[in-house]
């Protein structure tokens, strides 16, 4: 027999005290009476009672105490290996690597953005299954399904538009690949999150709708990139523009409507790629089941606790019983050593019922004691199920956006858009806005009495200029913190938009709405200011005449120079023109290698037989397989759209 526990075993040095204690007490009462009392009175006067029911009750006690210490060290006899069954579900994130994913109209861009999102997305779903698929003009399955999510992390850090040579966005065929993975696994919980601006040029969504239908897999979709756009980066070009087939600038714009429609055939929700988006999606992933798949070997000890148990109630009852004036008038004696030392090791185990956390969360708000408020709102939430679960996250956010806890309360009330509640969902709306707008003015904070008409200005002129803050607490603005506050912005205007449209009468929504937009143009407007006046400034600085040192002589937009020269081609020639190289034979009218100008077609030898002759004939071009193929051969056709 073996002991879970055995450093409890040690409390057994203490019962051979106990004893000796109660042996010393005995003989000094006994003292006491006899110094008390003269020896011929004492028959009259004491009366001693009967010290062998003391001593059994005594030892009782302390072999039921001996019992209960070895009930606490966990006895056991064997082990039992079981294999943990671990619930779990296939998904697939399909990120967009095309060229379009470069603009940078989010922070850093959307590919960068992305990423980040990808790595949340495997963050919020820690007992699944994950595997990676990127996609442009074709898709590939960059990680297969696992739950070596550190290996899924390395493989999301080194996706790039770079990784897939062929141009364009191709849902159609990611989806296929997708459904195509989730068959060779066998499981039947599945799930695809794409990724994506949602630029599609495969013009097959349908297809693949109801391929998705078909397949029974759950779709969500992650919208990056903004509904204004931007221009398409080209690091080849002199202006670092992309241009299509017809020389025109692309702009790249986010188009929902492909990601809405796979996720309406899959059952699933899109959103776009804001801070709560990997909550939005584990919730609305939540009604797929997970499939049981064995994980590690545990070993669980056979205890045998309940020997030691039971035996032992039984001798700290009997120990009452013989000690206890039961069957006599008398007053009973008080408790002895052994009953104190039993109550003493039952206390330990006792614990409180605590009250309903809703109620105590809804005191302390009342109260404004909203830190408790926030932590047993939390506590609530663990339970809770379906629309009191929406109702709990609601009140959460309301706590942490009391403490300005704004990433905290974004969640919480991004959460709570779940709910079936219309009045509810008006409201998760409108405090989302709130918390949206506060996130970004705690960036910010202009100054009370601004300089200039617009209050952000000196903010913006500070940015471009690089110079330190003004006052001990202004905060240094960074490009990122501008465009993330602006980002924040607009996505607080769409909420507050979402409210109206679901209560029109919602006055305060509109007021903040028509507050934000003008607060958000003031800040456009500052920025444009101060790019400009830097723009002015830095062209000051260079002086009148001087030219850059990286410009040489010649250079620029001059019209009559050659736009082909040191390999420098017209950017709005089409990438299909030929070079110089291709057009030599057709523009100088030579004929083709294979025809020479003065070579005689051959004929037969007289007497030469008809094998003969071809065989002379193959003698003679045995050597055209070593020839240079054409270069017009190799040059791949430029899809219409590979962006």
Not at 253 to 273: C, D, I
Request: proline letters at 5%; hydrophobic letters at 35%; a neutral charge.
């Amino acid at each position: 027999m073996s002991f879970l526990y055995p450093g409890w075993l040690l409390l057994l040095l203490l019962l051979p005290f106990i004893l000796l204690g109660a042996i010393l007490a005995h003989r000094g009462r006994n003292r006491a009476w006899k110094s008390m009392v003269a020896p011929r009175l004492r028959q009259q006067l004491v009366k001693e009672g009967s010290s062998t029911r003391r001593w059994i009750a005594l030892g009782l006690g302390l072999l039921g105490c001996a019992l209960i210490i070895a009930v606490i060290a966990r006895p056991y006899r064997g082990e039992t290996t079981t294999t943990e069954q671990i619930q779990t579900r296939n998904i697939i994130i399909a990120v967009d690597t095309s060229r379009s994913m470069l603009v940078r109209d989010v922070s850093p861009n959307r590919i960068g953005s992305a990423k980040a999102m990808a790595i949340e997305l495997v963050d919020a779903f820690p007992t699944d299954r994950i595997g990676i698929i990127a996609f442009s003009g074709a898709p590939v399955l960059m990680a297969p399904l696992t739950i070596d999510h550190s290996a899924v992390h390395e493989t999301i850090s080194q996706l790039d538009t770079d990784v897939i040579p062929s141009g364009g966005s191709n849902l159609a065929s990611t989806v296929q690949l997708a459904i195509k993975t989730f068959k060779k696994s066998g499981h039947r919980s599945n799930a695809l999150i794409v990724i994506s601006d949602g630029e599609d040029h495969s013009q097959m969504i349908d297809q693949a709708g109801r391929q998705i239908r078909e397949a029974g897999i759950a779709v969500c979709a992650v919208g990056v990139g903004t509904k204004d756009g931007g221009i398409i980066p080209d690091d080849r070009r002199r202006d670092g523009k992309f241009r299509d087939l017809n020389g025109e600038t692309v702009l790249s714009k986010l188009n929902p409507k492909a990601l809405q429609q796979l996720t309406g055939a899959g059952h699933g929700a899109y959103v776009p790629a804001s801070s709560g988006a990997d909550s939005a999606i584990r919730s609305a992933l939540s009604f797929l089941e997970s499939d049981r798949q064995e994980g590690r070997k545990v070993t669980v000890p056979t205890e045998s606790y309940q020997w030691f148990l039971f035996p032992a109630i039984i001798l700290l009852a009997a120990s009452l019983l013989v000690r206890s004036n039961l069957f006599s008038r008398k007053i009973p004696s008080p408790m002895n050593v052994a009953t104190a030392t039993l109550a003493a090791l039952l206390l330990i185990n006792q614990t409180t019922v605590a009250g309903n956390p809703i109620e105590r969360a809804a005191t302390a708000y009342e109260n404004k004691d909203y830190e408790a408020a926030l932590d047993l709102f939390s506590q609530a939430l663990e339970t809770a199920q379906g629309e009191q679960r929406r109702a709990i996250q609601f009140s959460q956010g309301g706590s942490a956006y009391r403490l300005k806890k704004w990433p905290l309360a974004r969640r919480a009330f991004s959460q709570a858009l779940l709910t079936k509640n219309k009045k509810l969902q008006e409201q998760a709306h409108y405090n989302l806005g709130n918390s949206l707008f506060q996130s970004g003015w705690s960036l910010i904070n202009p100054p009370e009495k601004p300089k200039t008409r617009n209050p952000f200005l000196d903010w913006m002129r500070q940015l471009l200029s690089s110079q330190p803050p003004t006052t001990e607490d202004q905060r240094q603005l960074t490009k990122d913190d501008v465009q993330q506050i602006i980002i924040n912005w607009q996505d607080a205007i769409s909420h507050y938009q979402a409210a109206i449209d679901l209560n029109p009468d919602n006055q305060q929504a509109e007021d903040n709405r028509v507050q934000v937009e003008k607060l958000l143009k003031q800040l456009q407007d500052a920025l444009k200011q101060a790019e400009k006046e830097q723009e002015q400034a830095n062209k000051e600085q260079q002086g009148e005449g001087e030219k850059p040192n990286n410009q040489r002589e010649g250079d620029g937009n001059n019209p009559e120079q050659d736009p082909d020269k040191n390999g420098e081609g017209n950017e709005n020639k089409d990438p299909e023109s030929s070079d110089n190289g291709d057009n030599e034979n057709n523009e100088s009218g030579e004929k083709p290698e294979n025809q020479p100008e003065n070579e005689q077609p051959m004929e037969p030898r007289e007497g030469e037989s008809k094998e003969a002759f071809a065989a002379r004939i193959l003698k003679e071009h045995s050597d055209a397989e070593t020839r240079p193929v054409n270069r017009r051969m190799l040059r791949l056709r430029r899809p219409a759209k590979d962006w």
